[in-house]
T-cell receptor, first 113, second 115 residues
Framework: QQQVKQSPQSLIVQKGGISIINCAYE??????FPWYQQFPGKGPALLIAIRPDVSEKKEGRFTISFNKSAKQFSLHIMDSQPGDSATYFCAASIETSGSRLTFGEGTQLTVNP | EPEVTQTPSHQVTQMGQEVILRCVPI?????FYWYRQILGQKVEFLVSFYNNEISEKSEIFDDQFSVERPDGSNFTLKIRSTKLEDSAMYFC?????????????FGEGSRLTVL
């Protein structure tokens, strides 16, 4: 019940295209859903996050869509660039209890020039 | 920009040896975490630490593991007797407040190789 399922495992997109990564969770107590970006040899870095009281959050080219009833959320990267090539992890936590982040399996995104 | 720093970046050790991984969290952060990532797999929670005590630990964090904040700046993870399956990248993270649990700042990691 603590798991977060992420798909696809890998994704190849042409420059300028839209990258879409999906996540699903089971634990309805989760109330904070961040996305982390990880470049090779680096630690994960927070990209964008959403709380379940909104259905969408946009920051620049990055958008999270959240479907509370389906227990799913997704990351959309508009106008994907080669510099976006990285591994993306969705995560979930029970924020108010200070609980840990539960990460998805990760998606390796490659944006071809 | 403040950052979490970790040392060593890479450590190779023999099975059964003790290892200490060190972290300097961001200075005004109060919540500290260790996560690990086995090569090619997802990032997994090990332990959280607040107010000089463990807040929560995962099933991975057994008696072979311990954490300590020996002074006002360092946060350490000790593995008492390493096993082959402890080989992984270990990430330290820190957060400023309880309500920003998701907004963790990760270090670049310490790669542990157990032979």
């Amino acid at each position: 019940q603590q798991q977060v399922k992420q798909s696809p495992q890998s994704l190849i997109v042409q420059k300028g295209g839209i990258s879409i990564i999906n996540c699903a969770y089971e634990n309805t107590a989760f109330d904070y859903f961040p996305w982390y970006q990880q470049f090779p040899g680096k630690g994960p870095a927070l990209l964008i996050a959403i709380r379940p009281d909104v259905s969408e959050k946009k920051e620049g080219r990055f958008t999270i869509s959240f479907n509370k009833s389906a227990k799913q959320f997704s990351l959309h990267i508009m106008d994907s660039q080669p510099g976006d090539s990285a591994t993306y992890f969705c995560a979930a936590s029970i924020e108010t209890s200070g609980s840990r982040l539960t990460f998805g399996e990760g998606t390796q995104l490659t944006v071809n020039p | 920009e403040p950052e979490v720093t970790q040392t060593p970046s890479h450590q190779v050790t023999q099975m059964g040896q003790e290892v200490i991984l060190r972290c300097v969290p961001i200075s005004n952060h109060l919540y500290f975490y260790w996560y690990r990532q086995i090569l090619g797999q997802k990032v997994e929670f090990l332990v959280s630490f607040y107010n000089n005590e463990i807040s929560e630990k995962s099933e991975i964090f057994d008696d072979q593991f311990s954490v300590e904040r020996p002074d006002g700046s360092n946060f350490t993870l000790k593995i008492r007797s390493t096993k082959l399956e402890d080989s992984a990248m270990y990430f330290c993270a820190s957060g400023r407040t309880l309500r920003s649990t998701g907004e963790l700042f990760f270090g670049e990691g310490s790669r542990l190789t157990v032979l």
